[in-house]
Structures are given as C-alpha cells and as structure tokens.
Nanobody, 124 residues
Framework: QVRLVESGGGLVQAGGSLRLSCAAS????????MGWFRQSPGKEREFIAA????????HYGDFEKSRFTISRHSTEDTGYLQMNGLRPDGTAVYSCAGRYTSTLAMRTDEYDYWGQGTQVTVSS
C-alpha cells in the first residue's frame, strides 16, 4: 500500500505562486504515475496534470498548461505541483493521487490511492 501526504497549501494573493508537494511512503516503489486534482466548493474534482514516475513524461489538463508545472523526484518519492499566476478561481482543495501503472490518466476512477488534500485559498 502506498500512502500520500500533500503539503504546501495555504493563503496566497492573486498573481502569487505556491509549490505543492506530495510525499509517498509505504510501498512507494510501486508508484507508476502521479496526478494532481483540485476540487472547488460545489464543483466536481478537476484534473490538473499527471507525471510518469519513470521517465517523467507529463500530461496537463486543458486549462492550466501555461501556469502550472508538474514534476517528481523519484528517488525522494515526492511529486510536486508548481503553480504560478494564481487566480481567485483557483481556490480549492488540491489532491495528489497515484497509480500502479505508468500510463498517464485524467479520470479520478483510474487512480489507485489518494492523499487527503491541501487547501489553497487565493485572495483577490
């Protein structure tokens, strides 16, 4: 079993930046790929980006390609989401999720394990 713990959320002004981290423990050697999602109040969970643990290939959701960057440090078992130019509509709970396979995925039901999420609040 793989456990994921997010960190790095908080309050930021519009236009600011945050770097979220997702630390894996347990059977972290089983991570094939990792994704980041966010969920705003009253909305469905939304795909942001995914990264393959071996090789580092990435895939982004249509709306955040230019401002968000996903990466991973495979030897440290940690994934990252760098977010620049944050806007108030970016206020949400941000969660990382993992898959045993390295195939990148965009749907929540394709992921095998999830972190608890970290709150990001963007003030105007």
């Amino acid at each position: 079993q793989v456990r994921l713990v997010e960190s790095g959320g908080g309050l930021v002004q519009a236009g600011g930046s945050l770097r979220l981290s997702c630390a894996a423990s347990g059977r972290s050697y089983m991570i094939g790929s990792m994704g980041w999602f966010r969920q705003s109040p009253g909305k469905e969970r939304e795909f942001i980006a995914a990264v393959a643990w071996s090789g580092g290939s990435t895939h982004y959701g249509d709306f955040e390609k230019s401002r968000f960057t996903i990466s991973r440090h495979s030897t440290e078992d940690t994934g990252y989401l760098q977010m620049n130019g944050l806007r108030p509509d970016g206020t949400a709970v941000y969660s990382c999720a993992g898959r045993y396979t390295s195939t990148l995925a965009m749907r929540t039901d394709e992921y095998d394990y999830w972190g608890q999420g970290t709150q990001v609040t963007v003030s105007s």
